[in-house]
Every structure is written in structure tokens, then in C-alpha cells.
T-cell receptor, first 113, second 110 residues
Framework: NAGVTQTPKFQVLKTGQSMTLQCAQD?????MYWYRQDPGMGLRLIYY???????DKGEVPNGYNVSRLNKREFSLRLESAAPSQTSVYFC????????????FGPGTRLTVL | EDQVTQSPEALRLQEGESSSLNCSYT??????LFWYRQDPGKGPEFLFT???AGEEKEKERLKATLTKKESFLHITAPKPEDSATYLC???????????FGKGITLSVRP
């Protein structure tokens, strides 16, 4: 039981390049989330998917898109990366929405030059 | 606007020196308060969920308590392996979003 997995672990992009961060969970959870974590700031929600087939914006959605591919997988896409998107990205999942405990993946450290 | 404030920002303890970490919140209708531990370079690891004032939960050297305005994470006789950043988060249900504090970095010296 791997929990929440994320790929890649590290990535360096040039400004304007695109990439997709992958996330998968094997806990049969209904809800999935993408956060970013920056020094001196708390975790901030980018997008979330309350259930398969639905996605909603979080606190900082600009510059990102998401896809809930199926119940297990939730991807985050940067269409045209900017230096301001340099951050550590975490995926999380929960069984019954945001009142339920969220379980986090190991993170992707992204640097945009 | 929902706010979560954790204090102090950093705490250095000697091994065996008990202390408490504070998480104060200003929210409209608390539906759950969560404590996580985060080690450097890793994702947050779930510790506790508290739902109502007066509730307490324990795990090894950690004990979390909740009042109507704040939560405490008490660490009894800490060990160096307790060194980590401790995150507090609240869910109000008003907009179904989890609001995180900035975290408290705990360092325990042997």
C-alpha cells in the first residue's frame, strides 16, 4: 500500500516550458488535492477534485490546469512555466472531502529558471 | 477571512524538556482541526484530527488539545527524533477549504 505517489521528485524548467506533475493514490479515496509550499508561507491549495469527474479552483489556481483522469489519478499541468511557480508541490487525497483527513505525497520540487 | 496562526515560529528544546506548540485560529464554524508533522524534504504526515472543544488525542510523546480559539500540541520528554516542522490546519466548511498555518520548526538537542 504505497499511499499517495508523485512523479517526478525533482524538475528544472526554463521559463515558458510546459510540464505535467503526476499523482496517484491507492487508498480508494474520493477527493484529491494539489498544494504548493513556499518558504515562510503555509501550504496553499491550487486545485482540488471532490470526486471523480469534478475539479474546482483553490486559493492560487492561476497558471495551472488539472485533470482528474480516474479515481486514482490527478495531474497538475503548467502550460507556460514562470519563475514565480518555483515551489514544492504536494498532492493529497481524502476519503470524504475536506472535512476528512488528507494524506500527502512526498512532493515534487520544481525550479523554473 | 479564516486565519490560522502558529507560535512560536521556531522552538529549540533540550532532550527531555517538555513544551507546547500553539495554533490559534479565527474561523467561522470549525469543522475540524488537523495536526501534521513534516520532515525536511518530505510530505506532511498526519498526526491528529480534533473536532470539538475539549477533545484531546495522544500518540506516544504527543498530546493534542482543542479549545474554542486554539489548539495545543504538547510534547512530553521530547527526543531528537521529534525534531520536525509541525503544521496546523483548520477546515471550516464555509468554502470547503483547508487553511494551513505557517508551521513551527522544532529542534530537540541531545
Amino acid at each position: 500500500n504505497a499511499g499517495v505517489t508523485q512523479t517526478p521528485k525533482f524538475q528544472v524548467l526554463k521559463t515558458g516550458q510546459s510540464m505535467t506533475l503526476q499523482c496517484a493514490q491507492d487508498m480508494n479515496h474520493n477527493s484529491m488535492y494539489w498544494y504548493r509550499q513556499d518558504p515562510g508561507m503555509g501550504l496553499r491549495l491550487i486545485y482540488y477534485s471532490a470526486s471523480e469527474g469534478t475539479t474546482d479552483k483553490g486559493e492560487v489556481p492561476n497558471g495551472y490546469n488539472v485533470s482528474r483522469l480516474n479515481k486514482r489519478e490527478f495531474s497538475l499541468r503548467l502550460e507556460s512555466a514562470a519563475p514565480s511557480q518555483t515551489s514544492v508541490y504536494f498532492c493529497a487525497s481524502s476519503d470524504r472531502g475536506q472535512v476528512d483527513t488528507q494524506y500527502f505525497g512526498p512532493g515534487t520540487r520544481l525550479t523554473v529558471l | 477571512e479564516d486565519q490560522v496562526t502558529q507560535s512560536p515560529e521556531a522552538l529549540r528544546l533540550q532532550e527531555g524538556e517538555s513544551s507546547s506548540l500553539n495554533c490559534s485560529y479565527t474561523v467561522s464554524g470549525l469543522r475540524g482541526l488537523f495536526w501534521y508533522r513534516q520532515d525536511p524534504g518530505k510530505g506532511p504526515e498526519f498526526l491528529f484530527t480534533l473536532y470539538s472543544a475539549g477533545e484531546e488525542k495522544e500518540k506516544e510523546r504527543l498530546k493534542a488539545t482543542l479549545t474554542k480559539k486554539e489548539s495545543f500540541l504538547h510534547i512530553t520528554a521530547p527526543k531528537p527524533e521529534d525534531s520536525a516542522t509541525y503544521l496546523c490546519a483548520v477546515n471550516t466548511g464555509a468554502n470547503s477549504k483547508l487553511t494551513f498555518g505557517k508551521g513551527i520548526t522544532l529542534s530537540v538537542r541531545p
